[in-house]
């Protein structure tokens, strides 16, 4: 199985502020993808990453509010700017392995 | 759009049973479907995988059926033992959008000891 490393692994951030997330891969991928978590739902997909182009959001996110980073084949980044309460949830990165999806152990974001 | 639908949205069971988690799809034209375990505040570990062609993964304790066509997948625990209790999500990878999965709202398991 692939071994994705995400951090931090939880925050809590004052509204306004902006918060980086980590993903690193054991291996390389053609692409990651970063999904959110609202209290007590499921996953919701933000975007998908592919290394040297810019990210594809899906309906309802943006480049300015979630911008992302994809420097090489192993490794993404997600802002979350200018946070507000709204914005507190789980965020997970993801990648696959063959058909396989792996997942990252989250980034639990709580904005006070 | 496909929608997932699991049923129940929580279970609670004495410890040594054996169960089963639903999930069921609209649109059967589907890549694949994954079953994963989340712990609370966690990310998710891949439990099964199962191809459009296949019709069921064993790992251990845990059994995934497909019936495609009538656009469901069942998880079966054998056994269930208090470290199993979890959120248990299906995922569906849709054939003709890439690789984006549609996610289930979970079931949330609790076994007692």
């Known amino acids: 199985s692939a071994v994705i490393s995400q951090k931090p692994s939880r925050d809590i951030c004052q509204r306004g502020t902006s918060l980086t997330i980590q993903c690193q891969v054991d291996?390389?991928?053609?692409?990651m993808f970063w999904y959110r978590q609202q209290p007590g739902q499921s996953l919701t997909l933000i975007a998908t990453?592919?290394?040297?182009?810019?990210?594809?959001?899906e309906s309802g996110f943006v480049i300015d509010k979630f911008p992302i980073s994809r420097p090489n084949l192993t490794f993404s980044t997600l802002t979350v700017s200018n946070m507000s309460p709204e914005d507190s949830s789980i965020y997970l990165c993801?990648?696959?392995?063959?058909?396989?999806?792996?997942f990252g152990q989250g980034t639990r974001l709580t904005v006070v | 759009k496909q929608e997932v639908t699991q049923i129940p949205a929580a279970l609670s069971v004495p410890e040594g049973e054996n169960l089963v988690l639903n999930c069921s799809f609209t649109?059967?034209?589907?890549?694949?479907l994954q079953w994963f375990r989340q712990d609370p505040g966690k990310g998710l570990t891949s439990l099964l995988l199962?191809?459009?062609?296949?019709r069921e993964q064993t790992s251990g304790r845990l059994n995934a059926s497909l019936d495609k066509s009538s656009g469901r997948s069942t998880l079966y625990i054998a056994a269930s033992q208090p470290g199993d209790s979890a959120t248990y999500l299906c995922?569906?990878?849709?054939?003709?959008?890439?690789?984006?999965?549609?996610f289930g709202t979970g079931t949330s398991l609790t076994v007692i000891p």
């Open positions: 995922a569906v990878r849709p054939s003709n959008t890439g690789n984006q999965f549609y």
């Open positions: 291996s390389q991928v053609t692409m």
């Open positions: 993801s990648a696959d392995r063959g058909n396989e999806a792996f």
């Open positions: 199962i191809q459009s062609s296949q």
């Open positions: 990453a592919n290394q040297g182009s810019e990210a594809t959001y």
């Open positions: 649109d059967s034209a589907i890549y694949n």
